[in-house]
């Protein structure tokens, strides 16, 4: 499998999608560490596939409850420390949930208006969904679906995506 050759990862580009997604719908019940991790994926994905370059550039694994960011866990440390967020452990439809709540307004200075539209059609598209909804839900995705376990997912492969899934055949026409 091609790697995601040439693409940098953006990290501060990175940092504010994702105070930005948790600053909309952290505080909905449904939406735990889980909702956030495909939130970000689609994100990053449907903006490849829509303008053929990366929003934030990060990377994702394939993991068997779907794609996981690689510095997720970075950047949740970073907005703690800055005070930007708080972590809240709990339980949702019987399952241990770890919440995200945003403390401030998120930055957005690096995001440029296709860039948050694009992320609000996925928070209206996803954010109702449990975390094992979603999670069935990103597991039909091609990207997913193509790459190998525990391996980092090609963004080229948004161009096979399937009438379901591609936000190119799914776009408004004007």
Known sequence: ?????GIIFNK???????HY??????????VGKTVLYKMLYFSDFDYYELYNKPLTGESYLKLPHGPA?????EIIKELKKMLKIKEIKGEYM????IKFVSLCSPETNLLNGDEIQLIEKVIS???GMSGT???SYSHQDIPWKATEDKKEMDYELVFYRDPTFSVTENAEIC
């Open 1 to 5: 499998m091609v790697s995601n050759k």
């Open 21 to 30: 997604i948790i600053s909309k719908v952290g505080a909905q019940d449904n």
């Open 94 to 97: 019987g399952y241990p949930q």
């Open 133 to 135: 909804q979603i999670s």
């Open 69 to 73: 960011p690689s510095h997720f866990k």
């Open 125 to 127: 598209r996803l954010s």
């Open 12 to 18: 501060k580009k990175f940092k504010q999608t994702l």
